[in-house]
T-cell receptor
Framework: DVKVTQSSRYLVKRTGEKVFLECVQD?????MFWYRQDPGLGLRLIYF???????EKGDIPEGYSVSREKKERFSLILESASTNQTSMYLC????????????FGPGTRLTVT | DAKTTQPPSMDCAEGRAANLPCNHS???????VYWYRQIHSQGPQYIIH???NNETNEMASLIITEDRKSSTLILPHATLRDTAVYYC????????????FGQGTTLQVKP
């Protein structure tokens, strides 16, 4: 079974802090994604990566950056956390970009105060 | 936009089949139908997908009408653990891998 793990299930940070969210997948998938999920807005794509050291912006990249130094690991960075970044963050992976079969981690619920 | 229409909620008795409908009347010829579910406070879980033919796996069956304008996800013997929001997705970007989730159907399995 594909396993996608995220570093924290719950996180509380203060405004202005730098926040790191880490995601690891164990199935040698090429592609990894970061989404955020908010009530009434559904899932929105922040960034994705189709290869090591490659990254592409999704729909809402502002205020975020990503890092993919190893194939299995994809990190989301909030450079200076703000209260409007309070959300559920979901990491996903897939074998290839053209596949809609994605495997999600359990999510990190981030609260910025 | 999601391009799918699903009932907002459904109930099902434990042990009975749950049939979740989805309308996707504007689906194009090369678009697949994907089903995911999300149990409360967890990440979405891939269930099944199909293009034209009916599909079955260990979790569910997917029935797609001949004109491809609608589909039904069938959970053959629903359990309490199947209580979740079920999403039918046809909007998928093959360039970005972005899945576009709609509002989904909240399935409540009752004892």
């Amino acid at each position: 079974d594909v396993k996608v793990t995220q570093s924290s299930r719950y996180l509380v940070k203060r405004t202005g802090e730098k926040v790191f969210l880490e995601c690891v997948q164990d199935m040698d998938h090429e592609n990894m994604f970061w989404y955020r999920q908010d009530p009434g807005l559904g899932l929105r794509l922040i960034y994705f990566s189709y290869d090591v050291k490659m990254k592409e912006k999704g729909d809402i990249p502002e205020g975020y950056s990503v890092s993919r130094e190893k194939k299995e690991r994809f990190s989301l960075i909030l450079e200076s956390a703000s209260t409007n970044q309070t959300s559920m963050y979901l990491c996903a992976s897939s074998r290839r970009v053209s596949s809609g079969e994605q495997y999600f981690g359990p999510g990190t619920r981030l609260t910025v105060t | 936009d999601a391009k799918t229409t699903q009932p907002p909620s459904m109930d099902c008795a434990e042990g009975r089949a749950a049939n979740l409908p989805c309308n996707h009347s504007t689906i194009s010829g090369n678009e697949y139908v994907y089903w995911y579910r999300q149990i409360h406070s967890q990440g979405p879980q891939y269930i099944i997908h199909g293009l034209k033919n009916n599909e079955t796996n260990e979790m569910a069956s997917l029935i797609i009408t001949e004109d491809r304008k609608s589909s039904t996800l069938i959970l053959p013997h629903a359990t309490l653990r199947d209580t979740a929001v079920y999403y039918c997705i046809v909007s998928y970007s093959s360039n970005t891998g972005k899945l576009i989730f709609g509002q989904g159907t909240t399935l409540q399995v009752k004892p």
